[in-house]
């Protein structure tokens, strides 16, 4: 990827190391966004085009896909999400690995059409329709709860990776990703048509994230402090003002109309009311003593928000009270849920069982 964090570089074991130079903020959120949709690859340095690990093989045609191999080893493998569809756990990746799960011990791979990277995944309620998302511009969808998988989208020659996406129901998604690209489905993704969205997009700022509050509000995060916000479901959608300059990798619902974002060296803010509070004076800082970036983030069950990002740290966050923790084999993790009485993570080491209970303070 191109350059690394402002401040520091990151060696393949996690180790920040710190530099001389200091970039402006801007370019620092922008560089460690692109390490965002290649992260964890040639020791965090490899170039903006995408390597052959991360992009459909260069001996590939240079239109036509290929489907991702059966590896036995692919849960110890890069990947970047996981889910709980309510029916089976499911986890995708690099090469365009997808994994399912009933217990989040055993893990099987399913076919996929493609060996691109895969960023994101999610499924309607029932769990049966949904959709993943990654490099090549790559859209797959499934209607059987992830058991089968077939490709929607797919164009290499964009060069642009859509980096999340949202399913409002078994018919409707909204995917995004570098550059602004916003697209929309509302016929089970037969038609994705860019969204007309250009006080949001004509900057083509990378999206990172998209997300829908607690009110039915979507929210989208992203880089230079982008922050937008629809209150009708994604048909329009308001910049809102940021506090922060550089880059935001996620955000989760605190409740009703309530937001927390979180970004680069563990920057973390909260909102009660974005639509109708947009300054940003609006924006809460919470304190927050580790500077480890946090790419993935859940709300659990008891309330709390959790975290995870680079060295595989864990953030717990209750109100304005944080805790951190490590996972056991401290490398970077891109995802995280709560699964049983603990948590379920993913990112370089594949699939993590962290040990924290829910219920311990």
Request: charged fraction near 20%.
């Amino acid at each position: 990827m191109p350059t690394l964090r402002r401040c520091c570089a990151v060696r393949a074991d996690g180790v920040e190391i710190k530099t001389r130079a200091e970039p402006p903020p801007h370019l620092a959120g922008r560089n460690v966004m692109k390490r965002r949709i290649r992260w964890l690859m040639v020791a965090f340095a490899a170039s903006w085009a995408a390597p052959p690990a991360m992009a459909q093989d260069e001996g590939a045609a240079p239109i036509r896909p290929r489907p991702a191999e059966i590896q036995p080893l692919a849960p110890q493998s890069l990947l970047l999400d996981v889910i709980n569809t309510g029916r089976r756990l499911v986890a995708v990746g690099d090469r365009g690995h997808i994994l399912v799960s009933a217990d989040g011990n055993l893990w099987a791979q399913v076919e996929a059409p493609v060996r691109s990277a895969l960023t994101a995944v999610q499924f309607a309620k029932g769990g049966e329709a949904g959709w993943a998302v990654g490099h090549d511009a790559v859209i797959l969808r499934t209607v059987d709860g992830g058991a089968t998988w077939s490709l929607q989208n797919f164009e290499p020659e964009l060069q642009r990776p859509f980096l999340d996406l949202l399913v409002l129901d078994a018919d409707s998604a909204i995917v995004v990703g570098s550059y602004g690209m916003m697209r929309r489905t509302d016929d089970g993704g037969a038609t994705w048509t860019q969204v007309d969205a250009p006080e949001v997009l004509e900057d083509e700022f990378h999206l990172n994230s998209i997300t829908r509050l607690d009110d039915g509000s979507l929210f989208v995060a992203g880089e230079m402090g982008l922050l937008a916000i629809s209150p009708d479901k994604g048909k329009t959608w308001i910049r809102l003002e940021s506090p922060y300059e550089s880059s935001f990798f996620g955000a989760v619902g605190t409740g009703g109309p309530g937001v927390m974002i979180h970004g680069l060296r563990g920057t973390l803010y909260t909102n009660r009311d974005p639509l109708n509070q947009r300054g940003a004076d609006a924006w809460q800082p919470i304190e927050n003593d580790n500077v480890a970036t946090m790419f993935g983030s859940a709300r659990l069950d008891d309330g709390r928000t959790v975290m995870v990002g680079l060295n595989g740290v864990v953030t717990l966050v209750e109100g304005r009270q944080i805790q951190h923790f490590r996972s056991a084999r401290g490398t970077p993790l891109s995802a995280v849920i709560g699964f049983g009485d603990g948590l379920l993570a993913v990112g370089e080491s594949g699939v993590q069982r962290a040990p924290l209970t829910l219920s311990e303070r």
